[in-house]
């Protein structure tokens, strides 16, 4: 079976990306958050800024920085600063 | 419902009719309406919001039960639309209901400013091309005989 994560991307990191979900195979005993975070940024260059300015959340919970470990069917979202309103 | 994320039109007097309770005294309603500013590409002609759904739709309800909470605080609406809003539209309502205008003011205000930093929504411009300026006529040479 594959093993993946979903990477939801949103705003500017989306832009950066040009997609906005990213379905990524990992190793089997998971991978660390820092480590696919270098993995895109060396995929998609632009996002390298977009990153240092984002909040990362993992299955709905924020993380408190780009830290922590994600398995087999995890997802991490990246939110740039919000502009609702 | 007192938290909504929708890609329907917001309406206000929907939003007022939501806080009518006749033992709040003061009720506060805080409208977000598109602008048409001025960008590089022209004028802005509506915005587009995305928004983290479910992170979002949590994020506003823990928002409104902490305002609840506050002293004098009756009842909290958050509305913020989502998708594509027009200029003069809509964009986000947040109401308070409160026994006194001062509690409600102050609620209403602090909710937004939290809206604003705390809940996953973005918005993208979307302008319309800036209009060719018809050219004037050419000012005739100073003298010239008419």
Redesign the interface.
Known sequence: MVRTVTIRLFAQAREAAGASEIHRPIPEGGIAVPTLLRELERDFPRLRRVLTISRFVRNGEYLPGPVGHLSRGDELAIHPPYSGG | VSVRLTPGRLSIARAYAALADPTSGGVVLFV?RVRPDRRRGGEVSSLF????T??AL?AMAAMETAARGRPGVRQVLLW?RTGDVPVGEP??IVGVGAAHRAEAFEACRSL?DE??????????DRARPARRRPRSPRPRARGSAD
């Open positions: 977000g919001y995305e928004a983290h479910t992170v949590s913020h964009s986000v937004i809206l604003k930093s705390t809940v996953p929504i973005w918005k993208t």
